[in-house]
């Protein structure tokens, strides 16, 4: 203790509030832990969020769902035993005010409706939905279509007076995606609209309030149990949203990640700053230890000032974190589920608290044992930072907290193996810049001295004694790679939404077509429209409940990527291999085939879940069960927008069951209007939509995606300039000797200056190839494993941004070289 005690007296000493030497170690650690603790405590804060509000946004405590039918009194029945019940559907429809048409999510409610929160209306108060002929609207629907409270719209086939604007529809974010704005009528008022006939695509939902002591749990897996083969798809207040409470957790758990290993990038800045801040302290460590200090002493002092100066930056790293997320909340607006309000995050705070320190313990024990190891005589001749220190004194250390963070990681990760895949990638870069760092070192000391002096200086500059050319290749060639898997990432991500979906998307989705009125709904099209191409396929809902020997319902997690067992899917049969299709394993079913009933599977979600041809596949169907055999497995193109089925049947396999058709509908561009006019007054019950409309949510979707996934790079960038900031700094020694001597024997300092150019420049132009490929191979992972895209990416804009990254950072290494050209060489001579 008396020895830590003389050690603080002696490290406080040397410490003052600016930090002088040890301000790249503060940056690095506040700008990665910082990171790290805003992402975590956003989405920590978003997913505390949706579990406080629940229920509200289920619309109750437990709900169930089918499509195209309604629970049977029965089951109705079954549903009041666990509290009180609102009805509700859901379908997909048009609203007309005169000449101008807005496809709509129609949504009809009982009496009870809403048993959590209120639907508020524009003007203050709430709407009470009971009149059949009102209809309550939002602010979109309202602006789309001209009308303010006491217009008149119609629905289907009957007409409605706007009640209101709604402001607030408190299950809103339960109910999922939209292809719509949404109006809300009472359940009589869905009938007054002839919408809902045999076939109809829609959905009920029945929603639940329960005693406070129940569990929604409990009441759905009773409700499974007593109808086994209904396929009611169940929801508790736990996960009212499982798909944006996932798209949270998975995206932020990517973010994350990219946090980490900003701050990974960040650890060399802070290796190369303290290694720098203690060269500089080398005449004090000598001294110490001429008058007796020994190394371990040494290692205490300079250990303590480490250490406070990481705990100051760890410390305001968290506090700008927590701070950031109501700033990132007001930023992002409407982009997040919901807007969580302002609370501090312990344990995404002590998380990215915990990484900070292991990240600093790991990169400044090396130059923290070296201070130690070094004799007196050899700190006062200067070697220190010359001398690599025994493997043995530091791999432990090194080792150590990196089977630290790893743990961490891993131990918090949702999806382990992606984590692990992506540490392995950043450890795997790095080791590969390092590599190539080595072999530059070693290719500059084998070239032929060129006979021009700068460029001889500069060649040799790479591979002299205490070159830092390792340090330099790692800094440069992280923030190349950095600049060209951003743009890489980016203009792939918008050639595909600004392309590929354009190009080959239908203009038009028509749902529920009369299958006996079809002759006349291709007529009516090619009476107003170009050469239109039609195309229809029979449209059903249900759910898949068994395949193989395994039942859904037994499943406690489902298979990762096997999406199609979440809830209802859409279901159709044809005769012939659907377009957009192509076969990778079995055969299709002849023409009239009468046989058992058949089934063609997508081939990704036939790999997921190990199946194989002749294996049955059970589902449910208007609340009836049926199976069929797997006959072939294809491979689905998804991007063309248009009908694409997970699992297409033989016609005699469903084509009993009411259903109606859809449409899809390619038209010259333009032509929508028309065709979209002369279908109303003959098919009200035809819902028609905009491809132009989905195109753009998909878009906006994506981007802002892709603007997230920049955001977090853009820290990964800013510690690549750190480091080679470090790198710069930690150099700086030996280069002012350098231009001293230069300038001693007659060189300018603009010829100094250019030795330092020249250096840069071999480097960015040696690494260009290199950034080039680790970017792009980045960027291909992330564009075609993580989003599913095609690989699109523009190189002219990645190369373009690959040489203004290299001028950048170029022109960082000379501006941090133009304080050595201010060395006196008198001064700095007397000082060598």
């Known amino acids: 203790m008396n020895d830590w005690r003389l050690a603080w007296r002696l490290a406080r000493r040397e410490l003052n509030l600016r930090f002088r030497g040890l301000r790249l170690l503060l940056a690095c650690l506040f700008l990665g832990v910082g990171a790290l603790a805003a992402i975590g405590s956003l989405t920590r804060a978003i997913d505390d969020e949706l579990a406080r509000r629940g229920s509200a946004i289920l619309g109750g405590d437990v709900e169930f769902a089918a499509s195209q039918r309604t629970a049977t009194p029965t089951e109705h029945a079954a549903m009041a035993r666990f509290g009180t019940v609102s009805d509700t559907v859901r379908m997909q429809s048009m609203a007309v005010r005169g000449t101008t048409s807005v496809p709509i999510e129609l949504k009809g409610v009982d009496a009870a409706y809403p048993l959590y929160g209120t639907l508020a209306v524009r003007g203050g108060g709430s709407a009470a939905v009971r ?25 289907g086939s009957a007409d409605f007076t706007v009640g209101g604007i709604v402001t607030d529809e408190p299950d809103r974010l339960g109910e999922g995606f939209t292809l719509g704005p949404v109006a809300i009528v009472s359940l009589a008022g869905i009938a007054r609209t002839g919408l809902i006939q045999p076939g109809s695509l829609y959905e009920s939902k029945y929603r639940i309030r329960m005693p406070s002591a129940a569990s929604p749990q409990t009441a759905a897996d009773r409700m499974k149990a007593a109808f086994p083969a209904a396929g009611w798809e169940a929801k508790t207040r736990d996960r009212a949203a499982p798909g944006a409470e996932r798209f949270i957790d998975r995206m932020g758990q990517f973010l994350l990640l990219v946090g980490l290993s900003a701050l990974v990038i960040a650890g060399i800045g802070v290796g190369n700053g303290v290694s720098s801040y203690l060269a500089a302290r080398r005449s004090s460590i000598a001294a110490l230890k001429v008058l007796g200090a020994t190394s371990g002493m040494i290692a205490r002092i300079y250990v303590l000032q480490v250490a406070v100066v990481s705990a100051i930056g760890i410390a305001a ?21 919901v807007a969580p309000s302002f609370a501090v995050q312990p344990v995404p705070l002590a998380l990215a608290a915990a990484y900070g320190m292991l990240i600093a313990l790991a990169f400044t024990a090396p130059p923290l044992i070296e201070a130690g190891s070094i004799p007196a005589a050899g700190l006062l ?17 090194v080792l150590g907290a990196g089977a630290a963070i790893v743990a961490l990681a891993l131990g918090t990760a949702e999806q382990p193996w992606l984590s692990a895949g992506f540490l392995a990638a950043v450890t795997g870069v790095l080791l590969v810049l390092a590599g190539f760092g080595w072999a530059v070192r070693r290719g500059a000391a084998l070239l032929p001295r060129p006979r021009r002096p700068l460029l001889r200086l500069a060649v040799a500059a790479l591979y002299r004694p205490g070159a830092r050319t390792g340090t330099l290749v790692v800094a440069l060639g992280l923030g190349l790679t950095l600049f060209v898997l951003l743009a890489a990432i ?16 239908p203009a038009l989705f028509a749902l529920d077509v009369p299958p006996d009125r079809e002759a006349e709904f291709r007529r009516t099209i090619e009476g107003v429209a170009i050469h239109p191409v039609i195309r229809t396929v029979p449209a059903m809902r249900g759910t898949i409940t068994g395949y193989g020997t395994t039942r859904v319902a037994d499943l406690k997690t489902l298979p990762e990527g096997a999406w199609a067992l979440r809830g209802e899917r859409g279901l159709t049969y044809s005769a012939t291999l659907p377009e957009g299709s192509e076969l990778t394993a079995g055969r299709w079913w002849p023409r009239n085939y009468a046989g058992p009933p058949l089934v063609s599977i997508d081939s990704k979600l036939g790999e997921i879940l190990h199946l194989k041809i002749g294996d049955p596949i059970s589902y449910s169907l208007l609340g009836v069960e ?5 006959a072939s497995f294809r491979r689905i193109s998804w991007d063309t927008l248009g ?17 109606n058709l859809a449409a899809t509908i390619d038209l010259a561009p333009g032509q929508e209007g028309l065709v979209m006019r002369a279908l109303l007054p003959r098919f009200p019950s035809v819902s028609v939509i905009e491809v132009r409309g989905v195109i753009g949510q998909i878009r906006d979707i994506v981007t802002q995606m892709a603007t997230a996934i920049t955001a977090a790079a853009s820290v990964a960038i800013l510690a690549g300039i750190a480091v080679l900031i470090g790198a710069i700094a930690a150099a700086r020694e030996a280069r002012t000797y350098d231009g001293v001597i ?30 080039l490929l680790l970017g792009l191979g980045g960027a291909w992972y992330v564009v075609t494993q993580l989003f599913s895209f095609q690989w699109l990416p523009d190189y002219g804009v990645v190369l373009a941004t690959l040489v203004g990254g290299a001028v950048m950072t170029m022109a960082i290494g000379l501006i941090g070289a133009w304080p050595i050209l201010g060395a006196r060489p008198a001064s700095a001579l007397r000082q060598l």
């Open 643 to 659: 009908f694409n089925y997970v699992m297409v049947f033989s016609p005699n396999a469903i084509r009993d069951a009411p259903h």
């Open 131 to 155: 009149d059949p002929r009102t209809v309550w609207i939002v602010p979109a629907l309202a602006q789309r279509l001209g009308v303010a409270p006491g217009a008149t719209v119609r629905l």
């Open 381 to 397: 001749r200067g070697t220190f930072g010359q001398r690599p220190v025994p493997l043995r004194r530091t791999l432990p250390w």
């Open 317 to 337: 790293g968290l506090v700008a974190g927590a701070l950031a997320v109501p700033l990132l909340v007001t930023l992002a607006g409407d982009v997040l589920p």
């Open 626 to 630: 049926r199976s069929a055999r797997i």
């Open 490 to 505: 980016r203009t792939s991500i918008d050639a595909n939404i600004a392309r590929t979906v354009p190009q080959r998307a």
């Open 742 to 771: 230069l300038r001693t024997l007659g060189a300018t300092r603009l010829q100094v200056l250019g030795v330092q150019a020249l250096e840069y420049a071999f480097l960015s132009v040696v690494l260009s190839a290199l950034a």
